[in-house]
């Protein structure tokens, strides 16, 4: 509410209008709590059903690290660790939310966020060869970003590879699918809901980022987690009022909602990354979805942001920044004129 | 939605019109995220106010079970634990959140949902004269409800003993308010938010069952845990998008919505608590706020669960059952209608 | 080294000569480390001798609170909680090791120190009929200790008893066997080795109180915890020279010296016990094994102070306390007549 | 007891002949438990006059991995991870015992073993230059071990510019001396005891490795750590016959014996080192302790291991394996100049 035009993050508006029109809708009927409601029921059937997983059993919560911090503290024992790249947020942004529940993130380099099935091969074959493995913490799962932290996407050979290895070396897969939305529009996208659903063995949909107040969507692999409800309750993250989780998440999953959404925010970041490349910036790096990272110099990176609202990410040399800009399903094409506008001016 | 009348608790419905109204107001208005937003600081703003405490902390959490787990967490050293009566939500019915966290509830025995000033300095008295004390879990504070589980209220003096006590034997003090609009509004109440200010160390303000989508207002002594931002983000509870309760909570504290929600399930209650008696009901307890405990005999039992969702709470004796009657800010006049009626026909 | 006599404690002296002989006897043979060695090994084959159970797991810990809580934390899924008495160690006396690792005591009321299968199979009852059950705590496993902390002793029917509830509600059964050589030895016993290990899941046999400079054996179902070495390293409890602890459980266990261990402070402990009788003392209870709870008057209180070590254990009234006298393996006849005079001249 | 000559490691054998002659002689002493004792007091005051430390408190822990958990749990705050080399202890062989604790391990690569205060300081500027460090671990104190797992040794300079670092950035300081003595009596070395206790806020002494058969003192600025005693029971780390360790210490603090221990081993080391030269061998790097990192190809290895027990420790390159020879105070020059033969032959 500065004035700028914003593209600083994708969870800065409310919800979308189907929801508050829905919220508002049932708002006075009354339910059962704890996601044992209609609602719920209703969302956790179109989820099934857009996932092609009968048999998925389907939790909501509340936010993305709450929901890694629930999955990955009750699909490892207790003396696991969970493999993920370093860029990951489990391993960067969750303030320790993983080693509070009493585990190692153990770390692997990434490459554009994301991480090889040869790299995880490789580190789980160097665990079982090392004679001090049992002093050391076992690799027990892994974890990706879907997109992942840097808006780069796993293809489905690249996500198959990942299960063969997780298959073979005894790892559970759990996928962050807190952008999935932005995943699932992007145009040379090749991995489906239901390609997440058989591939892992937990993955989350991402509401909060993707047109919800807030929530998001465990879909698990059936009887993966025994008494996950009372762990969800037991880790403070069962919502007293599930129906709200449930209506929010039945509504993105009517008409498809869901993938519309993605396409909006893929729609503006492929014009504006149209747009960069024509005028000759700098990506970062090429990422298909609705993050966008770019190098801007100082005379830029000040210019740009009297204007406009985005996200320092990190600095590559004396002169040279790369910032990110995000789009949402809320994003204006006025303001992506805007955006253009600027960014022609400043080149 | 089973077409009876339900009592059967204080979070059947969804939210307060005023808090839809505003949340679509603002709804494409761009903030920052984590309650960094402006929606907050008004509302933070206003509850301070509200609690006469100018340099209260301010802190949105999603639900009660994550905040007690976090706020207890937070005021313990490792070698800590909480006295709580027997009867308390952090006691029984929060899946052993405490303990995930490391720390032992220590119990009293609870006279109507309450602990005394006296239990408490003697558990603490017992425990220092102890010269295994150092072997033994240290009582570091003490947590209360009120209203309590039971529904029965602290007076403004023994909420002045309890506070006595806890000076005196180094006890941080924390009150849960998940149901406080209901307790602030019961006529015989004689405790203000600025008392809870003064006399606890931190206590919160019940949203989800006062007329919040979701929510809870944790208001805190300034400086008393340091980094709390931080810790509410290790254990999963920050929201992403906290404007979402920023708005609900500044709703809330604009033109005593609050208060006015109290006072609505108040005065539902206490049409059917009237009633109850006129009729001679036996009550399990006479609580003043908006939960009714009413003792029925089997036939009664069966006959009014064909009408009414209630909640069972105990079995007193073979024939004698203790039920919950609900009320709440959106308990609609029509429905007491009914129920009088039921009540009126079983007697 | 206070001039007076003691009967304060059973932890009092070093070690039982035989194992000094030993240790000193193999110190400078190589050994590998973790209890991987001969010693250790020879140790093993020794204890599932004794405890005829050939596929017993063994493992070697340092102290009691330490067995308890890798044992317990190890056996309980993450939402389970451990049933034990209200006077049990892990209650009272291990500053809530137990909950540091993230579970709830869920304690009943002690008779005479032990806790009844009756009690056991009414709490789970309760537990399973609770309509709340998902949001509490679920009774995981029953932690019973032998002889009890009063010196009472589980017989053979109560034992089976428990095993069989166990067995029915799905909870696992661990005994805690601190004091076991004194349980082992006393007149009334019928629980051998052999019970513990057929009826229990997991039960440890106590070298620090029986004779040992340290440590605890703890004999495990065989592929009840899948990498409990790891487990016990991840706790801090895998002592490095695991030999230490081989070389001491080994001599403990040759030539039935645990049970002469045990016998020696029987003998001692019954010739206190007969004489406090004859002489009319009040017993606070009549246990069988090496601890002795007598009642004084302050005078004989005073003067008993003078010249004799206790342990003061509870007032019961005014004028009236509880204290305990332990014998021990390392109890001297001497010491025991110079007691027997100062008991007698305080009558 | 293979039968070869053993270098495999520096915990290989017993105790120190005088600590097993200290125990003896003590054994039938009666003392409190918990090191409450007298050889306890004892051995505290002769450990603070050779740290010309006399206000500092003193601890008798059990093992490393156990001194590292509880030192550092006991020191970080909740949100704060500790900072070390990626080769560290912590970082690798303590199966997750931090994390478990709940605190993430910040690894720095390691420069032969050692980190550099320039490193640390970039890590926390960057930290705290960060917009997103509230949402990330705090950094809040630095580990280091001396020597360190490669056997190298910090200089003075270097512990100094550590401190400086730690008091601006608000870290504090832990030294692990798991091998302290094979440091204290390195010829280079030019830190000593005083120096580690004016230097660190904590650092313990090593005595499993150091000539005791178990045990290590932790050394701690006074006042750093409240209830550090109930925190060391709660996390099963209280010895209950404390004496054990006291007597231990008390022995190894006498005399100078734990500074003639060190130097034995160094002896022996430093005569394997100077021949490994002389012949020409490959030292993987050139460490002045009681470990000696020797590269050598695969006829050499397998010729080695036929007589001589070591440990591997990696391999270099297809044809090189870097193996681990360790000396202790146990080690005989019979055994030194069978080694010596051997490697000569194999030249």
Redesign the interface.
């Known amino acids: 509410?500065s004035g700028k035009i914003?593209f600083?993050?994708d969870?800065?508006?409310?919800?979308h209008?189907a929801i508050?029109a829905n919220?508002?809708r049932?708002?006075?009927?009354?339910?059962?709590?704890y996601g044992t409601d209609?609602f719920s029921e209703s969302a956790r059937r179109k989820i099934r059903a857009a996932c092609a997983a009968p048999d998925a059993e389907i939790y909501f919560l509340?936010?993305?690290?709450?929901?890694?911090?629930?999955v990955i503290?009750?699909m490892l024992?207790?003396?696991e660790?969970v493999i993920a790249a370093d860029s990951g947020h489990v391993s960067?942004?969750?303030?320790?939310?993983i080693?509070?529940g009493?585990?190692?993130?153990l770390t692997l380099p990434n490459r554009a966020g994301k991480i090889t099935a040869e790299d995880v091969a490789a580190f789980a074959d160097n665990f079982h060869a090392d004679?001090?493995r049992?002093?050391?913490?076992?690799p027990g799962m892994v974890y990706i970003s879907q997109p992942t932290e840097y808006g780069t996407l796993y293809t489905l050979d690249e996500l198959k590879a990942l299960r063969g290895v997780c298959t073979n070396k005894n790892l559970r897969l759990y996928v962050d699918g807190a952008r999935l939305a932005y995943g699932l529009a992007a145009s040379d996208n090749d991995v489906t809901l239901a390609d997440l659903a058989e591939l892992s063995d937990a993955f989350y949909i991402g509401g909060?980022?993707c047109g919800a107040?807030?929530g998001e969507t465990v879909v698990l692999r059936k009887g993966l987690i025994?008494?996950f409800?009372?762990?969800i309750?037991?880790?403070?993250?069962?919502?007293?009022?599930g129906?709200?989780l449930g209506v929010q998440f039945d509504t993105l999953f009517t008409d498809d909602l869901y993938l519309k959404i993605g396409r909006r925010a893929i729609e503006a970041a492929s014009r504006i990354r149209a747009e960069l490349k024509a005028l000759g910036y700098e990506l970062f790096l090429d990422a298909p979805t609705n993050q966008i990272f770019v190098v801007l110099n100082d005379a830029q990176l000040a210019a740009l942001a009297e204007r406009v609202?985005f996200s320092?990410w990190e600095k590559l040399s004396a002169d040279r920044t790369v910032i990110r800009l995000a789009t949402s399903w809320?994003t204006a094409d006025a303001d992506v004129d805007k955006l253009l506008d600027e960014l022609r001016r400043l080149r």
Do not use: C, W
């Open positions: 509410m914003s600083a993050s969870y800065a508006e409310g919800a209008p508050i919220l508002e049932t708002n006075f009927l009354k339910t059962a709590g209609e509340v936010g993305g690290t709450q929901t890694n911090a629930v503290g009750a024992k207790s003396y660790g960067l942004h969750e303030a320790g939310a080693e509070l009493g585990h190692k993130v004679g001090n049992d002093h050391m913490v076992a909060t980022k107040y807030f025994p008494h409800f009372t762990i309750k037991q880790r403070g993250a069962l919502l007293a009022k129906r709200i609202e320092f809320a």
